[in-house]
């Protein structure tokens, strides 16, 4: 048994993963555009990854753009038959750097073509339509259009999946009435608990939920609770914040994101580190 076995599984379309994934956002370059610093670092990440029982991986082509999925596909094809990787679309890179909308069919149909040929894959197993963000956070706003382009593209078999991102409830309400949604990622870690009653909605209907930022994204999570926490238990804190989301609902797959070898072992440890009932009282409080 890997470390990555000891949190368990649970059903991602009709795949089975386990519940300790990769995020791969982050090995492009700073501002998650351009190459990455170190490019036989990146590469090395996400073969240890793997190595280490991992078998869900997430990305999306806007990522570098391309870069993160060429580094992917470098790394790890032929890829594992057990691998999921799930992408994104629904938006695109300025020149500066900047994210822009993208979720006309054109630009919709594009974004999956070039995940494709970035990843080297015949079909996408699961795509995550990114829906409407503006400074604050996810905004309302229709996601019909984009989901029907979405699911002609699966009709055409080029996607197996869609699920969404920064998505609100109404939202997922909207979508669930175009297409079947395996799996909801939005922000949600020991400190951003907006998404609450998301989590235990989807964990209901037996749904995953992928939280991003599940250490807290750019700036990594800090708190006294989670520092305590991690003493006693003879842990570090990123353990203990990936720990408390493991035991805050079983629909939750977790995609931390490293450069590092040493923090991506680390991470994996969290599979096995049970927190008693008094540490998640504690970690709880944290949130409210
Ligand atoms: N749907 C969306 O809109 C959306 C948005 C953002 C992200 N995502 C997805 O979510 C994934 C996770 O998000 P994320 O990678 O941005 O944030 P994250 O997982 O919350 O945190 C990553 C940050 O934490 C650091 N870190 C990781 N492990 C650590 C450890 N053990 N000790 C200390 N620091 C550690 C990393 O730095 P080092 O590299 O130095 O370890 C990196 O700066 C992404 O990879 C991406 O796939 C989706």
């Not at 057990?82 to 020149?95: D, E, P, Q, S, Y």
């Amino acid at each position: 048994m890997t470390s990555a076995d000891q949190a368990g599984s649970y059903r991602l379309g009709d795949r089975t993963v386990r519940r300790l994934g990769y995020g791969a956002m982050q090995l492009a370059g700073p501002g998650v555009f351009g190459p990455p610093r170190d490019r036989a670092a990146a590469l090395a990440v996400l073969r240890a990854a793997v190595a280490a029982g991992v078998d869900h991986i997430d990305t999306s082509d806007f990522y570098g753009p391309h870069v993160t999925n060429q580094l992917i596909r470098e790394a790890l094809a032929p890829y594992p038959g057990n691998l999921v990787i799930v992408t994104k679309v629904g938006a695109r890179r300025g020149a500066d750097a900047g994210w822009l909308p993208a979720f006309s069919a054109e630009e919709l149909r594009q974004a999956v073509h070039d995940n494709l040929r970035n990843l080297g894959l015949e079909a996408l197993e699961v795509v995550n339509l990114r829906c409407m963000f503006d400074a604050h956070g996810p905004a309302e706003g229709s996601v019909a259009a984009p989901l029907a382009a979405l699911a002609e593209l699966q009709r055409q078999g080029l996607i197996r999946h869609i699920g969404l991102s920064n998505a609100t409830a109404a939202q997922l309400a909207e979508a669930q009435g175009v297409c079947a949604i395996a799996c909801v990622q939005n922000q949600y870690n020991l400190v951003r608990r907006e998404d609450d009653a998301m989590v235990d909605h989807l964990a209901r209907a037996g749904i995953p939920y992928v939280p991003f930022f599940p250490l807290g994204g750019f700036s990594p999570l800090q708190s006294a609770a989670l520092s305590a926490v991690a003493a006693r238990l003879e842990a570090t804190p990123m353990q203990v914040a990936l720990a408390w989301l493991l035991r805050r609902s079983p629909n939750i797959l977790l995609i931390p994101g490293t450069a590092s070898v040493a923090h991506l072992r680390e991470n994996l440890a969290a599979a096995a580190l049970e927190l008693p009932d008094e540490a998640m009282r504690q970690l709880d409080e944290v949130g409210r």
